[in-house]
């Protein structure tokens, strides 16, 4: 090297630079252009793809005001200091519901630390949740719902390797939305959007529609469009772990969101055709779909005796399952790994009311259920029309139904919904006795009930009199708004 001359040294430098530069280069090259489907980008160097991979490609501070001491300490390398301030402000904003700078302050969060998932799961909620509580007009509750379900929707796609935030994105639209004092209005909104203006009579393409990397969907319902959502999270769960719930617990909520969407068909009237297919799927989910994602489960691998024991069925496929039910004498039990085995499956059963939500769901799909949902659901319109004769026999119609239903399926005696159902029927029979000044026939249908072997029957007024005193109320509202 000493005998090199100046010019030569150089020269060999300039190329070992030039080399260098080769693998620089090949690693830092920059991302190309976006897949519009995948949202991915095209092309760039083993860093750029590795970001991709792993999401971490976000270059900006975010949308942060320049004089304030959240963008001080962003340039100081302090982003998760700054995006905890903006998080006090946001919260301050609320308070005194500056709603627009609560909005841009929300947004420079995001942008500050994309991927912290607490951070996308608290604000999804508080818009949702708390920041629509604040306004009186329903469809203005019901925009603030759809902004948090868009920025849950946002930050799971920002996100996509992780199901929390799918799965909070179905809370919203399915809980949310399907559950709140303003149900009926925010079902009916989701189908067609308070914003005519804007959408031109039609639903919110943000709310009814996805086009994720799984495919393009769409969805004239919340709750299927939470059954979505569910899903994605679940596929996602099967390759990452999530640690927001027990994993039993996290994969029932497709088949759960089937099963609402049934049963919101019937609350509000609507019978026929799509809601019998409605809880044939919602069986299906249930029963198969979502024991197939839990290997080792067993749900059907054992059978609970009229006396409360249980029979171990040792068999592999449904027909020998079918054939064991049939001659008990066949099933082994007692054995002590079998029992074990039998208890744990039991305790999983019972955790997410396995037995229950089988036997509605299958109950339900009989059209005998449907039609006596469809006479008590006919008859308290019928009094709300004065059509009180009319009332009376779908009414009582409607109460046998429910009898020949509970005889035939005794588990549903216990059964929160099915027992406030006939509730309301007698309380409706009660108000047309009494407006017709005709005592009350004792021999009405549901006068004998016997969930409990050993106890003497009693009919449903006596056995749930305390529920029906707080039934009364909600009779009230339906009928005069009170």
Same mark, same amino acid.
């Given at each position: 090297?000493?005998?090199?001359?100046?010019?030569?040294?150089?020269?060999?430098?300039?190329?070992?630079?030039?080399?260098?530069?080769?693998?620089?280069?090949?690693?830092?090259?920059?991302?190309?252009?976006?897949?519009?489907?995948?949202?991915?980008?095209?092309?760039?160097?083993?860093?750029?793809?590795?970001?991709?991979?792993?999401?971490?490609?976000?270059?900006?501070?975010?949308?942060?005001?320049?004089?304030?001491?959240?963008?001080?300490?962003?340039?100081?390398?302090?982003?998760?200091?700054?995006?905890?301030?903006?998080?006090?402000?946001?919260?301050?904003?609320?308070?005194?519901?500056?709603?627009?700078?609560?909005?841009?302050?929300?947004?420079?969060?995001?942008?500050?630390?994309?991927?912290?998932?607490?951070?996308?799961?608290?604000?999804?909620?508080?818009?949702?949740?708390?920041?629509?509580?604040?306004?009186?007009?329903?469809?203005?509750?019901?925009?603030?719902?759809?902004?948090?379900?868009?920025?849950?929707?946002?930050?799971?796609?920002?996100?996509?390797?992780?199901?929390?935030?799918?799965?909070?994105?179905?809370?919203?639209?399915?809980?949310?939305?399907?559950?709140?004092?303003?149900?009926?209005?925010?079902?009916?909104?989701?189908?067609?959007?308070?914003?005519?203006?804007?959408?031109?009579?039609?639903?919110?393409?943000?709310?009814?529609?996805?086009?994720?990397?799984?495919?393009?969907?769409?969805?004239?319902?919340?709750?299927?469009?939470?059954?979505?959502?569910?899903?994605?999270?679940?596929?996602?769960?099967?390759?990452?772990?999530?640690?927001?719930?027990?994993?039993?617990?996290?994969?029932?909520?497709?088949?759960?969101?089937?099963?609402?969407?049934?049963?919101?068909?019937?609350?509000?009237?609507?019978?026929?055709?799509?809601?019998?297919?409605?809880?044939?799927?919602?069986?299906?989910?249930?029963?198969?779909?979502?024991?197939?994602?839990?290997?080792?489960?067993?749900?059907?691998?054992?059978? !609970? *005796?009229?006396?409360?024991?249980?029979?171990? %069925? &040792?068999?592999?496929?449904?027909? @020998?399952?079918?054939? =064991?039910?049939?001659?008990?004498?066949?099933?082994?039990?007692?054995?002590?790994?079998?029992?074990?085995?039998?208890?744990?499956?039991?305790?999983?059963?019972?955790?997410?009311?396995?037995?229950?939500?089988?036997?509605?769901?299958?109950?339900?799909?009989?059209?005998?259920?449907?039609?006596?949902?469809?006479?008590?659901?006919?008859?308290?319109?019928?009094?709300?029309?004065?059509?009180?004769?009319?009332?009376?026999?779908?009414?009582?119609?409607?109460?046998?139904?429910?009898?020949?239903?509970?005889?035939?399926?005794?588990?549903?005696?216990?059964?929160?919904?099915?027992?406030?159902?006939?509730?309301?029927? !007698? *309380?409706?029979?009660?108000?047309?006795?009494? %407006? &017709?000044?005709?005592?009350?026939? @004792?021999?009405?249908? =549901?006068?004998?009930?016997?969930?409990?072997?050993?106890?003497?029957?009693?009919?449903?007024?006596?056995?749930?009199?305390?529920?029906?005193?707080?039934?009364?109320?909600?009779?009230?509202?339906?009928?005069?708004?009170?």
């Amino acid at each position: 090297m000493n005998q090199l001359t100046s010019r030569q040294r150089k020269r060999l430098y300039l190329i070992g630079i030039a080399l260098l530069l080769i693998p620089v280069i090949a690693l830092g090259k920059p991302a190309g252009e976006v897949d519009r489907d995948t949202r991915r980008s095209i092309g760039g160097g083993t860093l750029a793809q590795l970001r991709q991979e792993y999401e971490l490609g976000e270059s900006s501070l975010g949308d942060v005001d320049p004089a304030s001491s959240a963008m001080t300490l962003v340039l100081l390398g302090f982003r998760g200091i700054a995006a905890e301030l903006l998080c006090l402000e946001a919260l301050e904003n609320q308070k005194n519901k500056d709603w627009a700078k609560l909005r841009a302050n929300v947004d420079s969060i995001i942008l500050l630390q994309p991927h912290f998932l607490k951070v996308w799961e608290f604000q999804g909620w508080n818009l949702a949740y708390n920041v629509s509580a604040q306004w009186d007009a329903v469809p203005d509750r019901y925009y603030w719902v759809k902004e948090g379900a868009r920025f849950t929707m946002k930050g799971a796609e920002r996100n996509s390797q992780f199901p929390e935030l799918y799965w909070h994105t179905g809370r919203i639209l399915g809980q949310k939305i399907g559950h709140s004092d303003e149900w009926r209005y925010f079902r009916q909104y989701f189908r067609v959007d308070p914003n005519h203006k804007k959408f031109n009579g039609e639903s919110d393409p943000g709310m009814s529609s996805f086009n994720l990397a799984l495919g393009l969907e769409e969805f004239d319902d919340n709750y299927l469009a939470a059954k979505y959502w569910y899903r994605v999270a679940n596929l996602i769960d099967e390759s990452r772990e999530q640690d927001i719930q027990e994993p039993l617990i996290f994969r029932q909520h497709p088949a759960k969101a089937q099963l609402e969407y049934a049963v919101a068909l019937q609350r509000e009237g609507k019978f026929g055709e799509r809601t019998k297919i409605a809880w044939d799927i919602a069986n299906t989910n249930w029963t198969t779909e979502y024991e197939d994602r839990k290997p080792g489960f067993g749900l059907e691998y054992f059978l !609970v *005796l009229p006396d409360g024991g249980y029979v171990f %069925l &040792e068999a592999d496929t449904e027909e @020998e399952i079918k054939s =064991l039910i049939v001659d008990h004498d066949k099933a082994e039990y007692n054995e002590t790994s079998r029992l074990q085995k039998i208890r744990a499956v039991d305790g999983f059963q019972k955790i997410v009311n396995y037995r229950y939500w089988r036997t509605r769901s299958l109950a339900e799909a009989d059209e005998t259920t449907e039609k006596a949902h469809r006479e008590i659901y006919e008859g308290k319109e019928r009094y709300r029309e004065g059509k009180t004769s009319e009332a009376r026999e779908l009414l009582i119609s409607g109460m046998q139904g429910f009898e020949n239903l509970l005889a035939k399926y005794p588990d549903l005696l216990t059964d929160d919904s099915t027992i406030e159902e006939c509730l309301m029927a !007698v *309380l409706y029979l009660q108000a047309i006795y009494q %407006l &017709e000044q005709v005592p009350m026939p @004792e021999n009405l249908p =549901l006068q004998r009930l016997n969930p409990n072997p050993g106890l003497p029957a009693q009919s449903l007024v006596q056995r749930e009199s305390q529920r029906l005193q707080s039934l009364i109320s909600q009779f009230k509202r339906e009928n005069t708004g009170q």
